[in-house]
């Protein structure tokens, strides 16, 4: 995306440039053969320079080797070198030209000269090497990379790098940029700065971890577990807990101690859903006058009702504490540390502890556990309150908004179904909380992530600018761009070219060499000439309306007015009328919505607009602003996101814009072509009557067209004959006739 027209490199060889109509790539046989575009001398390579060739000679010529000027006709006579004629001319235009191909069926020896040639280069790097970028070598597959890493190892044993994990030549092994990257550390190389970095970032991963593994253990407590009304506080409100202790002192009557184990305060919470040791308590819930079967059908018709909602909130628990491979081994491997947050939070009964004292309770017998005041508590009852809970547990129905607020007024006043569902709906936002902090922990430990990649990338760059060889697949090439740009390399080496797809080629494109097994090498054609869509412009909604064509610029103007329509969450869009609706929400997301970038993103009326290309959520007027400021001056190139520098070119609001960009290298090619002043007559008819289109559609204020069908003909009339004035004027010689 970052390659254009002015800074493609080679694009006169690749794109298509050429001199008249004579196809650089002909073969030799052609008649025009001396029109051809010859390939330039790379920049580096004077009259004067010398090369030492003894690489390219035979045992007993050596010497006439030593100090060749390349680019002159005096090279070594061609029997005292180890080539034959086809393979020295090979060679000869690889080391003095800024492009070469080198083809050839297979076992005729393409590798073989691409080595000789890197020989030759790193025997002489001193002359090409003055910017300190390595020759680069890509390979279309890690066999074939290996195996010419491996032929160049046998004359040139250091300063390789191997990047890349699926080697499996151990011979390669030292060279990996892992195992050059590991020993750097151990051997405390790395630079400071990069250092103190990767330190620093690693710091806060862990706290974020921490954090998730906290919220991700409450969860799980709380699908387990019976949680406290001090666990749920931020869940409970100040009439509900006072409610909750009052209501229990009035019916305990002192009967319940307040000091549990290792001196955490008893929970009321238990006494409360009837897994406690309060005897009053379980006594006022045993007389309680409910109807038992009404319960039960109100119990079965609350299952039924959550079903859909239920399962999608599972899913979703499911969803939010999944994260990348290292957060994941984190959580599942603190088993220690899981434990000690869960001691450190306040259960109101543990399934785990109490299935343990039912172990023991039948163990020592029927004697059961004394209570606070000296009373039994029977192995019976123990079990039955596991049961309880249990069964309590694994339900999903819960209580609506209304139903929550009746029934927290009366908290001692409800029948057990109707505690437990009332709990169940207290745990579920509880549950909420938890994953919304995951999510944004998530978040922040995703950005801390890409951080540390970037300086890990600072890290490899600094191995990888002390080698003269570097080696990679042309995948990787693709996927390390920016890396590449920054390394520079000086000269690329390409084995398998007609295999490689011609992007993974320019991602690491400086000075070429290709050698391919083909005759044809299926390279891109920019230069031709681009068929504009001829479908009308979807912008539309009920305050303005495009009248063009796709490939036109726009005609209407860009609609400020709100979007009425609502999102998913049930929360009004963000958008703009006739826009793409964001898929954020200024509730939901409200932390990232309103974060501040271009300035007025907080304020409660912002508008946004979503770029479809990479889905950053950006102010609307101010994005407006940025595109438009883009093409000033008469600058040909794409706008792009001000938060990644993603090219903007499929989001609607500005097609207008792209099309303006589009028609510009629409003429730049046709300069190319000499095909200019036909092809801009030809886009000015076209803006011309689009923008006549547009005008005659034209309503008053009062909805009513501002041209009458008379004036509208004219108009018309008179645009034909400004734009085809010859055949206006035949038309008139027909009418006199």
Known sequence: QQVTETNMPFQKYIVGERRGDIDPFADEDDENTEDLLIPDHPRYLTHNTTYDLTPLMKADCITQGKSVVVRSKLWPAGDSMDLDKSQLEAVKSALTSEIAVVQGPPGTGKTYIGLKIAEVLLLNHEVWNTSKGP????????????????????????????????????????????????????????????????????????????????????????????????????????????LLVGGFAEISQGDFMLQGKQKKPKSIMAEWLGVGSSVK??????????????????????????????????????????????????????????????EEMDIAFDMNEDQHDVADGQNAGNQGNQNNHGWQVSRKEKRRRMNLARKELMKHSLMSSAERQQKESLLWYQSSSDRWRLYRTWVRD??????????????????????????????????????????????????????????????????????????HIVAGLTALYLLSHYETLFLQTCGEDCVPCTEPCLRACPHNQCSALCSQPCTGKLCSQPCKLLLPCGHPCIGLCGEQCPTKCRFC????????????????????????????????????????????????????????????????????????????????????????????????????RALVTAEIQTVDENEKPLYSDKEKEKLIQLVKTLLSPEKSSQHTQDEEH
């Not at 253990?217 to 666990?231: I, N, P, Q, Y």
């Open 430 to 503: 509880y549950v909420m909380l938890c994953q919304d902090s995951v999510k944004r922990m998530q978040e922040e430990y995703n950005r801390h992530s890409r951080r540390l990649a970037e300086v890990r990338d600072q890290e490899s760059l600094h191995i990888l600018k002390t080698a003269k060889v570097v080696g990679m697949t042309t995948t990787g090439a693709a996927k390390l761009h920016t890396m590449l740009q920054n390394l520079k390399p000086s000269i690329m080496i390409v084995e398998e070219a007609a295999e490689v797809l011609e992007a």
């Open 589 to 688: 997301h409200s932390e990232e919505v309103t974060q501040v970038f271009f300035g007025p993103e907080d304020e409660p009326d912002a508008r946004f607009v979503e770029l479809a290309d990479c889905h950053h959520v950006v102010h609307a007027e101010s994005m407006d602003s940025w595109v438009e400021q883009a093409g000033a001056g008469g600058q040909v190139g794409l706008a792009e996101c001000p938060m990644c520098k993603t090219a903007v070119r499929t989001t609607g609001r500005y097609n207008n814009a792209v099309n303006h960009h589009l028609i510009a290298v629409e003429r730049v090619k046709t300069k190319l072509r000499g095909e200019e002043g036909t092809q801009m007559r030809e886009e000015l008819e076209v803006e011309t």
């Open 135 to 242: 020759i680069l070598v890509l390979c279309y597959t890690n066999h074939a990379l290996d195996q010419f890493l491996e032929g160049i190892m046998n004359f040139h044993d250091k300063h390789i790098v191997r990047v890349g994990s699926r080697s499996k030549n151990e011979a390669l092994a030292k060279y990996s940029l892992t195992n050059l990257r590991s020993t750097m550390r151990k051997e405390r190389l790395v630079p400071r700065d990069i250092h103190g970095n990767i330190n620093d970032i690693r710091f806060q991963m862990h706290s974020i971890q921490e954090e998730i593994l906290h919220s991700s253990v409450k969860m799980e407590a709380a699908a387990k577990h019976v949680l406290s009304e001090r666990e749920l506080e931020e869940i409970l409100s100040d009439d509900v807990q006072d």
């Open 281 to 342: 308590v379980i006594e006022m819930m045993g007389n309680m006058e409910v109807d038992q079967n009404r319960i039960n059908e109100e119990e079965a018709a609350n299952d039924e009702d959550i079903d859909v909602d239920e399962d999608a909130q599972h899913e979703e628990d499911k969803r939010v504490t999944e994260a990348d491979q290292d957060l994941m081994d984190f959580l599942k491997s603190n088993e220690k540390r899981k434990q000690a947050i869960k």
